[in-house]
């Protein structure tokens, strides 16, 4: 069945029991398969049967719960989308400002002590009832909008603490106003309340303003990236050049870029040469020398010289456009601690309407005189203090921070699941070639058994490996290049996954691989053993060559070490993490290259399919185990550990297998991108522990828990406050993450 993932924003969100009402609301439809709501970002994700599922289903059952969905919005330009957020929070502004400079005027004239200086008008209730209405029916109406038709579906959120606890207050107001002696006659005071549902209306709205703008700075990373785009290309047709707009290029598209300028998008150059800073990508500082048949990435810059390439991916294929999505997809996804506060949050609302009416009948039966007035500011201070707003953000603010500081740093991390993960690691198996090393070996010995010269064994083994992937086949073949060697043609080739090649060449037979190949075709080496395992020693990897099932000769080939290699290992070490290195390669070159990185642990000589099982033997004896590689003979390993880790420079099938990928080649950032998940770890659990705790201490005391013991009750007007405030801090400390230090 072919599924389709859809993602679009949502306008009404404001608290935890928002996604889960809406998360319910879209699963019921028949065909979606999952819904995912990410509060932070106010956008829903949906996989669901397009033969079952269109967008008219999606946008009806997010309107039955009292919210908006922005499906058929279209692509917006980054341009479009800042200036409608603007809109938006100037709107909310405004409204902010009405409500509370109303819900002043109408505290001035009713607050004890204050209102002796306020003028004979703001006293009078009828003039307090003409300010208050205006901001419980106009600016209020944003509590309604959400609050009717979720309790049409028998479901409940924030808005709708705000409605009920706003509305009494206004409605007691309204009937004190109206009918003073009705309530005088049951001894009470005829003093309307209007301040509490205005001032209350608009303190909840100004936490929502601040909120709303710490949020579009948690989202700041994939801003910076969108704006790393080149804007033009310096287009080449019919020997002219001409500036296009960047959207316009095509592939195939011949473009030139001069010093100083941002390459427009990914291609292969095809003339000149140059040294390009690609530090937005990968985050090395150091830039990269660029010339003929190399590739160039979009949005990196050219340094110093000046070429001309030809376009390759554009639009949504390129490289930037491609880590934008995997960082959006991050930002969007739920980590699985999140389980936790949408489980509390989904029971939550109804717990506290609950709470409130025993608050109500408490202090209506038991409480002093006047009890009914008693009964319903305590009610009110419950409704409005109880927040699960900082429940639903505590999680998906630090992750979007978390997520994003990381692809400032060149570590893309595909979903939330493997950032809450990652800092559980405890065991990293890498990978040697390519990844502990530099995966560019270059050939350092022919030994000649009987008689071939070195270009004839050169001639063979090049032309058997002509073609392959593997970073060793390269090497020979590179060497063959450098000796302009002439490549034969091969007949009956065949790969033999772990142990080498075999074809025909110039109608011989020829076998290349290692020891246990050369075992398996019966051919003895023997005598030569000593020999092999001297290159061995020195971390050289040794293929041996047969011709005609005859031992020929010997090809040793040498890889060098990855500068960071060691410091990486070192630092992993230092946090208490095992390393591990694995390898096809024989013992005896693997120990010479762990003992380089300081490893003291290595599985060598492990075929392909085979990494994968060792993976699972290292979580069997209850290790958190993350695989590091970067060939399509890692994945499946990749895809095996906790935590899959690519490097950005290996295969695309690897990428894809993997969790986080790394778009540099500094092994250390391995460990920064563990530390990264610790500090975004350590900063959801403070937020978690921020958000229930501010609810288990601050709703008793709403319900008047110190009044027995100090005569102290909270005001609804201090509610509103603490439950602003609670937001807001939830969403200022994962902000604090982006001054963590990584390295």
């Known amino acids: ?113 204050l209102m002796n200086t306020a003028p004979m008008i703001l006293q009078n209730p009828w003039f307090q009832l003409l300010l208050a209405t205006p901001v419980q029916l106009w600016v209020g109406l944003i509590f309604y909008r959400a609050t009717i038709p979720a309790l049409k579906h028998r479901t409940a959120n924030m808005d709708t603490l705000v409605a009920l606890g706003t509305t009494v207050a206004y409605t007691y107001s309204v009937f004190v106003t109206i009918f003073p002696k009705v309530v005088e006659k049951i001894g009470i005071a005829a003093v309307p309340y209007f301040d509490v549902g205005t001032i209350i209306i608009g303190l909840i709205l100004l936490g929502r303003y601040f909120e709303t703008r710490a949020k579009q700075r948690t989202s700041e990373a994939i801003k910076k990236l969108i704006n790393l785009q080149a804007k033009t290309a310096r287009v ?85 456009a491609q880590i934008i999505k995997l960082v959006e997809e991050a930002q969007g996804s739920k980590a699985p601690i999140q389980r936790m506060a949408d489980l509390v949050s989904s029971y939550f609302v109804p717990i506290v309407i609950m709470l409130a009416i025993v608050t109500f009948v408490l202090w209506y039966v038991l409480g002093p005189t006047p009890s009914l007035l008693h009964a319903l500011l305590n009610t009110i201070a419950v409704l409005i203090i109880a927040c699960p707003c900082a429940m639903g953000l505590a999680t998906p603010t630090a992750i979007i921070v978390g997520t994003g500081k990381g692809a400032e740093h060149g570590i893309l991390i595909k979903d939330a699941e493997s950032l809450e993960i990652a800092h559980k ?68 080739f065949k790969a033999i996954a772990g142990h080498g090649v075999e074809g025909v060449v110039n109608e011989k037979r020829v076998v290349l691989g290692n020891r246990k190949l050369m075992d398996r075709e019966g051919i003895d080496t023997h005598n030569f053993r000593e020999r092999i395992e001297k290159l061995e020693s020195g971390g050289k990897t040794v293929m041996i060559l047969s011709l005609e099932g005859k031992f020929a000769g010997l090809i040793a080939v040498a890889d060098t070490v990855k500068e960071s ?167 200022s400390n994962s902000l604090l993450l982006k001054g963590s230090k990584l390295n």
């Open 1 to 113: 069945m072919q599924q389709t993932k859809e993602t679009f924003s949502i306008k009404g969100m404001h608290c935890a029991s928002c996604v889960g009402i809406l998360e319910r609301s879209l699963k019921k439809i028949p065909g979606v398969e999952s819904a995912t709501i990410n509060l932070a970002t106010t956008k829903a994700t949906v996989v669901y049967d397009p033969q079952r599922v269109n967008d008219n289903h999606l946008a009806s059952a997010v309107a039955n719960v009292g919210y908006e969905a922005m499906i058929n919005e279209g692509i917006k330009s980054e341009e479009e989308q800042k200036k409608a957020k603007e809109k938006e929070l100037m709107d909310l502004g405004n409204k902010v400002a009405i409500s509370l400079f109303l819900g002043g005027l109408i505290l001035w004239g009713s607050f004890p002590g």
């Open 236 to 320: 080449l047709r019919n020997g002219k050049e001409i500036d296009i707009p960047i959207e316009q290029v095509i592939i195939g598209n011949v473009i030139r870029v001069r010093p100083g300028e941002k390459i427009p998008v990914d291609g292969i150059v095809v003339d000149g040469e140059s040294s390009i800073d690609e530090s937005m990508i990968t985050g090395e500082s150091i830039p990269v020398d660029k010339s003929v048949n190399d590739i160039v990435i979009g949005a990196t810059i050219n340094k110093t010289g000046m070429f001309i390439f030809k376009a390759t991916k554009v639009g949504n294929e390129t490289m930037l």
């Open 425 to 492: 690691i405890n065991a990293i198996v890498f990978d040697k070639t390519g990844t502990l090393t530099n995966g560019k070996p270059e050939v350092t010995d022919i030994i000649s058994i009987n008689g071939d010269s070195e270009n004839e064994l050169i001639e063979y083994a090049a032309s058997l490996e002509n073609g392959s992937e593997h970073s060793l086949a390269e090497s020979i073949v590179l060497e063959a290049e450098k000796r302009k060697i002439e490549l034969a043609n091969v007949s009956k």
């Open 565 to 731: 290699a060691r410091e990486a290992i070192n630092i992993l070490n230092g946090m208490g993490i095992e390393t591990i290195m694995i390898t096809g390669d024989n013992a005896r070159t693997a120990h010479a290259i762990a003992e380089k990185t300081g490893m003291t642990r290595v599985l060598a000589e492990v075929l392909p399919e085979d990494k994968e099982r060792e993976v699972k033997k290292l979580q069997a004896e209850g290790k958190r185990v993350a695989m590091v590689g970067d060939g399509i003979n890692d994945s499946p390993a990749l895809a095996a550990a906790d935590v899959g880790i690519a490097m950005g420079t290996g295969t695309d099938v690897a990428i894809e297998a993997a969790d986080i990928t790394l778009m540099n080649k500094d092994l250390k950032s391995v460990a920064m991108a563990i530390k990264l998940s610790k500090s975004t770890m350590r900063t959801i659990k403070l937020n978690l522990f921020w958000a229930f705790g501010y609810n288990i201490i601050l709703i008793p005391i709403a319900m008047g828990a110190l009044y027995p013991f100090f005569h102290l009750l909270l005001n609804p007007i201090f509610a509103s406050v603490a439950m602003a405030v609670s937001s807001v801090s939830v969403v």
